[in-house]
């Protein structure tokens, strides 16, 4: 992600060091799911958690190094773990899954909390725009067709139109969340032949997400869901962003973006 155009928040959801994280914790949750059934004990559940690497910049240049070996990122992934783990506790960890198992599961994970912040920021738009078009809603201003000059409007019905189609994203974002709110843990292709259901429920359970029929992986009309919720959002913050600049120009003058102490807008203008 580029730094200068993403917010901290969720950009931490995305970093080397979160995915490899995600990884890790459907991985123990699992361990730990076979626990719960009786096909190991716990003492090794437990042993296999408590050995668990951190997730540090270290380990993700080390599963890097050896997926040069593996030519597998999440076969690198789990040598590397069990080998810090130790054995004979490592060897349950990854044990009975294949690997959209966890790369799908954690991916819908971390959509789920990245789809949570976009609802949190459409949410506070929608409060914004709706607290604006009542206190501009009898501030008169040039209504337009073809970005000509036509009938008279109100600065208040604008924004009131913005806050509508905001709402109607946060909708679809809401909506989006849930398609992806889901997990998998169901084997090579989705018929639990090396894994017990009750495993993919306890894990799913853990990570708040839904267990769903699937192949090998997650169905992906989910996730294009989900792409088009934030498209949608999108362009309706490009509609905003636009009409604005449009109505901050020299010749116009009827609105104005705020400007910070020391903000500057050009490096050439002052």
Not at 185 to 214: F, K, M, Q, W
Request: glycine residues 6%; hydrophobic residues 45%.
């Amino acid at each position: 992600m580029i730094p200068r155009y993403s917010l901290p928040d969720m950009a931490r959801l995305f970093t080397d060091e979160a995915r490899l994280a995600s990884w890790l914790e459907v991985e123990l949750l699992a361990t730990e799911g076979w626990a719960e059934v009786g096909a190991l004990p716990a003492e090794a559940a437990a042993a296999v958690r408590k050995r668990a690497p951190e997730v540090t910049a270290g380990l993700v240049a080390a599963v890097a190094e050896r997926e040069r070996v593996t030519d597998h990122d999440v076969a690198a992934f789990v040598d590397v773990v069990q080998e810090a783990i130790g054995q004979p506790e490592g060897s349950w960890l990854h044990y009975g899954l294949t690997s959209s198992d966890v790369v799908d599961t954690a991916l819908c994970a971390t959509l789920v909390r990245a789809a949570d912040l976009l609802v949190e920021a459409s949410s506070a738009l929608v409060a914004v725009l709706k607290r604006r078009a009542a206190e501009h809603i009898d501030t008169v201003m040039v209504g337009r067709t073809h970005g000509m000059q036509a009938e008279p409007t109100s600065f208040g019905a604008k924004l009131a139109l913005w806050c509508l189609q905001a709402d109607r994203d946060r909708r679809r974002l809401r909506s989006a969340r849930a398609a992806v709110a889901v997990g998998k843990l169901s084997g090579a292709v989705g018929t639990y032949s090396n894994i017990d259901p009750r495993v993919e429920e306890h894990v799913c359970r853990a990570l708040g997400l839904e267990p769903v029929p699937a192949t090998q992986v997650i169905a992906r009309d989910r996730h294009a869901e989900l792409l088009y919720a934030c498209a949608s959002a999108g362009a309706t913050v490009e509609t905003i962003a636009t009409e604005i600049r449009h109505l901050a120009r020299s010749e116009v003058g009827e609105a104005e973006e705020p400007f910070g102490a020391g903000q500057k807008g050009s490096s050439a203008m002052p």
